[in-house]
């Protein structure tokens, strides 16, 4: 049975080099985050940018995209880092 982290059940949907039991426990978010070489959750290749058109939207660098937390990827304005967000430093100033 999986918890609302994920935990108790493997996320993988191919081959995976991880052990079960492994699987098992590890939270879903981080087992999405492992390459799909070592550990094929068919969620791409791992770790993904959050700003619109697959990372072009922004000035921040695709490696650092996909490196840093989704919560700092939203905190940065629209302007630098456009996911598409509206709300908090998202919103329209008029």
Avoid at 22 to 32: C, D, F, S, T
Avoid at 77 to 89: Q, V
Wanted: net charge neutral; glycine share 12%.
């Amino acid at each position: 049975m999986q918890n609302e982290r994920g935990q108790g059940i493997s996320h993988a949907t191919g081959d995976s080099k991880v052990p079960e039991t492994v699987q098992k426990k590890a939270p879903q978010g981080l087992e999405e985050s492992l390459p799909n070489k070592v550990h094929d959750t068919g969620s791409g290749t791992g770790r993904q940018t959050h700003a619109k058109d697959d990372g072009d939207a922004s000035i921040v660098p695709l490696g650092l995209q996909k490196a840093v937390p989704e919560k700092l990827e939203r905190a940065l304005p629209n302007a630098i880092h456009d996911t598409g967000d509206h709300g908090g430093l998202h919103r329209n100033k008029k």
